[in-house]
T-cell receptor, first 115, second 112 residues
Framework: DAGVIQSPRHEVTEMGQEVTLRCKPISGHDYLFWYRQTMMRGLELLIYFNNNVPIDDSGMPEDRFSAKMPNASFSTLKIQPSEPRDSAVYFC?????????????FGDGTRLSIL | AQSVAQPEDQVNVAEGNPLTVKCTYSVSGNPYLFWYVQYPNRGLQFLLKYITGDNLVKGSYGFEAEFNKSQTSFHLKKPSALVSDSALYFCALRGGRRALTFGSGTRLQVQP
């Protein structure tokens, strides 16, 4: 089991640049979640997908943030334009249907620094 | 609305002593409760879950958690702490929403 794979692990870029974070969920998992972790706000849910369809994006902070899931094995989180306050660790997680109360499996995150 | 509270930012315990990390929750309906652990520069790892049944749930690495419906609590416990248990611990709740609501996290420090 390869686990959830995120790339890049670290990203440093200048304010105003576009940032794209990538996630490959565990094969067979039909739910995918994007989280953001900061010291000030803790772990926040940004958006989640079921069978590649966005279900709840109420946690997406602004229109600068967008997420897509073009197929069952790939998702992206894009920030355009990026701002220093976007600096955080971004996690992707996947799970089987929550109806079975299966736990979420997390990737190791992307540490994003916006200068 | 559902919520999870972890009242302690940090818990310090000596190696070999029992440990408890506290969690309380608020939700309408039946709660589904989880504990996760996060080591430095890593994602969250699942430890255990309570869905229904026995109020004492056993999980990975010797951890267990006690569900108490009257006190709306789900405290994480371990009989004998190890230095390697030092990490950040998160309690999480799934109520009506499909996604999890996480607590603010508790840093466990086990001293040798």
């Amino acid at each position: 089991d390869a686990g959830v794979i995120q790339s890049p692990r670290h990203e440093v870029t200048e304010m105003g640049q576009e940032v794209t974070l990538r996630c490959k969920p565990i094969s067979g998992h039909d739910y995918l979640f994007w989280y953001r972790q900061t010291m000030m706000r803790g772990l926040e849910l940004l958006i989640y997908f079921n069978n590649n369809v966005p279900i709840d994006d109420s946690g997406m902070p602004e229109d600068r943030f967008s997420a897509k899931m073009p197929n069952a094995s790939f998702s992206t989180l894009k920030i355009q334009p990026s701002e220093p306050r976007d600096s955080a660790v971004y996690f992707c997680a996947s799970s089987l249907s929550p109806g079975s109360n299966q736990p979420q499996h997390f990737g190791d995150g992307t540490r994003l620094s916006i200068l | 609305a559902q919520s999870v509270a972890q009242p302690e930012d940090q818990v310090n315990v000596a190696e070999g002593n029992p440990l408890t990390v506290k969690c309380t929750y608020s939700v309408s309906g039946n709660p589904y409760l989880f504990w996760y652990v996060q080591y430095p520069n890593r994602g969250l790892q699942f430890l255990l879950k309570y869905i229904t049944g026995d109020n004492l749930v056993k999980g990975s690495y010797g951890f267990e958690a006690e569900f108490n419906k009257s006190q709306t609590s789900f405290h994480l416990k371990k009989p004998s702490a190890l230095v390697s248990d030092s990490a950040l611990y998160f309690c999480a709740l799934r109520g009506g929403r499909r996604a999890l609501t996480f607590g603010s996290g508790t840093r466990l420090q086990v001293q040798p």
